[in-house]
Nanobody, 112 residues
Framework: QVQLVESGGGLVQAGESLRLSCTGSGRIFTRDVGGWYRQAPGKQREMVATITVAGITNYADSVKGRFTISRDNAKNTMFLQMNALKPEDTAVYYC??????WGQGTQVTVSA
């Protein structure tokens, strides 16, 4: 079974940047759309950004202008560039590539 693997999380200070990566043990982009979700402690998982194979993107209002999603279909990889991070961005970030099951996620912690 194909598994998603997220990486790139860490502990940073407010205003700094991180770049998350997502790849899989097999082909992960079997459908048109993929993206990133996040889940903060005590909160529901929420959409952060999505991208279609044609490169059409959609962002949550809270990250517009700060985050950029991209994908490399040939390399079976998806990215999330996160700039100007805020403490409220602290969460576990998950790659979304249906119908592949959710991965373990990668922790992002932003200190004030």
């Amino acid at each position: 079974q194909v598994q998603l693997v997220e990486s790139g999380g860490g502990l940073v200070q407010a205003g700094e940047s991180l770049r998350l990566s997502c790849t899989g043990s097999g082909r992960i982009f079997t459908r048109d759309v993929g993206g990133w979700y996040r889940q903060a402690p005590g909160k529901q998982r929420e959409m952060v950004a999505t991208i279609t194979v044609a490169g059409i993107t959609n962002y949550a209002d809270s990250v517009k202008g700060r985050f950029t999603i991209s994908r490399d279909n040939a390399k079976n990889t998806m990215f999330l560039q996160m700039n100007a991070l805020k403490p409220e961005d602290t969460a576990v970030y998950y790659c979304w590539a249906p119908p592949v099951p959710w991965g373990q996620g990668t922790q992002v912690t932003v200190s004030a």
